[in-house]
Structures are given as C-alpha cells and as structure tokens.
C-alpha cells in the first residue's frame, strides 16, 4: 500500500470523545448533537479514517493482534479471506444522502484523502478502494429496506435517525453486521424530530443507561439482554457551545431571532422535547394531514376505537384503512366525543357504528363492564396493546410524510376527516 502521508485532523471535545469510543468493536454511538457540532464532517472523516486503517490489510490477522492486545481468548475465525472495512450510509434517502455528503465526498477524495484513490460512482455514489475498502449509501424506505438483507458490512453510519422505521433499523440494518468477523460499529445521529418516540432518542436513552452500567450502576427495570448490551452503547449530547471553534456567535444570534424557540432548541441544542404542538408538533400539519377521503374509496376494512372518560370526555373513533399492513393508508372518518354519558348510551352509539360495518373493535381495556356491553350490541373485539410510548410511536410513525429515493414525497399513512374537529385538536394539545 502508498505510504499514507499526514493529514490534520483537528477533533473538537465530543468528536474526540466520539472517535475514542469508535475503536471498540461491537458497539453502537448515537450523537446527539445539534448544528455547529460538525456530526457530517466527523462521520465523513470517520470513513476515510477506517479506509486508511484496514486497506490492504488482512482481516484475520488485524482479528489476531485486536484480541490479543486486549486478552481476549474468543478470536473470530475469518472463514471468508477479505481486506478493507466495508462502511454503509443509512439515510432516508440517496437524495439525502446526496444533499449531505456529495460535495464533501467530492473535495475530500481530491484534496487532503486522494491518496486513498477512492473513485465515486455518481450514479449510486458508491466508493470503492483498491484495497478492498468500499462505502455505499442505502436509502431507508422500506421498499428498499426489502432488497437489503443479504448484505453485510463492518460500519454503519446512519444520519436522519428519526426520518427512519425503527423496523428497518432493527430488522434489516443491524443484521448487516452479523458476521463474527464484522466490526460491528454503529454511529448515528440526526434532529430529533420525533421527540422522545424516535429512533435518536431511543439509541440516546440506551448510551445513557449504557454509561451508567459501565459505572457499575444498578439499573431497575432492565431486561437479561439489556444488561449485555446497553455497557456497549456510547452517546454524547453535544451543541455549538461544546464547538465554539466551528461556530460564529453571529450565527447563532441570527437563528436564535428568526427560528421560533422550539425550533431553535430542537435544532441546535438537540432538545427532545422541543415541539410545537408537544408530541405530534413535529409531524401533524393540519394542512395536510386533514383532508376528506377521496371520492367512492372501497376501504379494505374498517377499525373502531374507543376511549372511556367521564370529566374527560369519552370517545369513539371510525377508522376506513385502505391496503394491508404496514404500508395501509389510515383514514380517521367520524368521531363521538362526549362527556357525563352512561355505560348504556356508548353501547347503543357503538352499536351504529357495530352494525353498519364490518370492523374491528379496540377498546381501552380499563373497563372490562363496558366492553361487555359493546359486544352485546355486536362489538367484534380485539386484543389491545395498551403501551402509551409504543401507541404515540406508531401514530407518528403513520403521520410522517414519507420520500421516496429522489426525494419526492410518497405521502403519510394516516388522515383525518374535517368533521373530526376534536381528534384534529387533540393532536396539537398532546
């Protein structure tokens, strides 16, 4: 291999720390850093670091001296011979990936990193390497996610966290990096967008309790594999007051006068509970979340919930779904929403809605009387999942608009009618 002449890098506090814990195999960084932190160029230059570290060099024997230096007896047996890392970008998607990386990809390879000789494809703006390194960008929708498992890798680095299907996430991406021999290296960040029901906040939260189990903390509530895992997991909270070397006062001054302060928090201080409208602020536009169904739409099925309250007033919600699973379009059609009303009365209202459709019916499982008398009247019941933080994560998961690989939005998996004026308020009030 060239001999690799010196390039300055110069690491600001939580990048330093960053890279420190990146040379551990078998382990997961969330950055939770807002603007002015440099995430993009850390995560950029993290890929030309590792390319420079294993090019040409032998997997099995790098294996030998890593366990060695540490005094691990268990050596990955390398069954197929290979050089390089091989480093995948998870975005949500190559349009993304683009906006993001290329221009940097591009001066990089032809100033201070030519010497690696990487040459990009611009077609998928995959980066190969003549010793054996390569890096390719993956979108993360889910209809890509599908052509994906097969693939294996030694890094992921994933940007956006929360514009991506924690399904995809856990299902596709993390299998990626089985293989006894893979590094088994996981960065990511992004803008937590989804509050504390993300895919960031949920990586941040495990580096946390991860921190706190490495200080030989008793953690309560954890599962067997947790206590594994978690002293694995690494993550910082980081803002442009941890990099004031990269960010001009000026410049956070102006965003602090023309961004609303929950922007501003959620943008540059990487707060998660930053949001205008509290849970749903971030994904529910009512411009264009309501709207009525199209004209003489055959629903696949209809679902029926209801939510039982007295002061705070009871409610029922018709549901047209369109399609299958997870890729069904979700229509909030008509609603009931009243207080002071008697076990009696929400029984023969249901019962309409009962007889008129062929549903699904998913109570709130507080009121075991009452469920009985919504299936005396011909409630067709179902088992409810009554986790507050799985229900708000799956709602907004069906709100966000989603893109395809170009960038063009595909659209969101759940609408809701006009008339349904109080479901409509209650999503800024949530």
Same mark, same amino acid.
């Given at each position: ?170 299902? %596709?991406? %993390? ?208 088992? %409810? ?46």
């Amino acid at each position: 291999m060239t001999e690799q002449p010196v390039v300055d890098i110069y690491f600001n506090r939580p990048q330093q720390e960053a890279y420190e814990w990146t040379q551990q195999c078998r382990t997961s960084i969330a950055l939770a850093w807002g603007r002015g932190t440099g995430k993009t160029w850390f995560i950029r230059d993290g890929w030309w670091l590792r390319v420079a570290e294993f090019e040409h060099l032998d997997r099995q024997s790098w294996w030998n001296g890593y366990c060695a230096e540490r005094g691990i007896v268990d050596v990955p047996k390398v069954l197929t011979p290979m050089t390089g890392v091989r480093i995948i970008s998870l975005m949500p998607t190559l349009k993304q990936f683009k906006d993001v990386y290329a221009d940097g990809i591009l001066r990089d390879l032809e100033g201070d990193w030519k010497w690696l000789r990487g040459k990009v494809d611009r077609t998928t703006w995959s980066i190969s390497f003549p010793g054996g390194s390569w890096i390719k960008p993956f979108p993360a929708a889910e209809h890509s996610s599908k052509t994906a498992r097969g693939m294996r890798c030694d890094v992921i680095t994933c940007d956006e966290m929360d514009d991506i299907d924690a399904g995809v996430y856990d299902g %596709v991406a %993390v299998p990626w990096l089985s293989e006894p021999w893979s590094l088994g290296i996981r960065i990511g960040g992004g803008t937590p967008r989804r509050g504390r029901h993300g895919l960031l906040y949920r990586q941040y939260k495990a580096g946390q309790i991860g921190a706190r189990l490495r200080r030989g903390e008793r953690v309560e509530g954890l599962r067997e594999e947790q206590i594994t895992e978690f002293p694995k997991t690494h993550s910082i909270l980081a803002t442009y007051r941890d990099a004031p070397q990269m960010v001009s006062k000026e410049a956070v001054n102006e965003a602090k006068a023309n961004c609303s302060k929950a922007v501003f928090q959620r943008e540059w201080e990487c707060n998660f509970d930053a949001a205008e409208g509290l849970v749903y602020g971030d994904v529910f536009d009512e411009r264009y979340h309501v709207a009525d169904p199209p004209p003489g739409v055959q629903w696949t099925e209809y679902l029926i919930g209801a939510d039982h309250g007295w002061e705070n007033p009871g409610v029922l919600l018709l549901i047209g779904v369109l399609g299958h699973g997870k890729d069904a379009i979700c229509w909030v059609l008509d609603e009931v929403y009243e207080q002071h009303r008697a076990d009696s009365w929400w029984a023969a209202t249901g019962a309409v809605w009962f007889q008129q459709y062929p549903h699904k019916f998913y109570p709130d499982p507080s009121r075991p009387g009452l469920i009985r008398d919504y299936q005396s009247v011909g409630a067709r019941l179902q088992e %409810v999942d009554n986790s507050i933080e799985d229900g708000v994560a799956a709602v907004a998961d069906r709100l966000v608009v989603r893109k395809d690989d170009d960038g063009t939005a595909i659209g969101a998996r759940l609408f809701i009618s006009p008339k349904c004026v109080h479901t409509i308020a209650e999503f800024g009030k949530y």
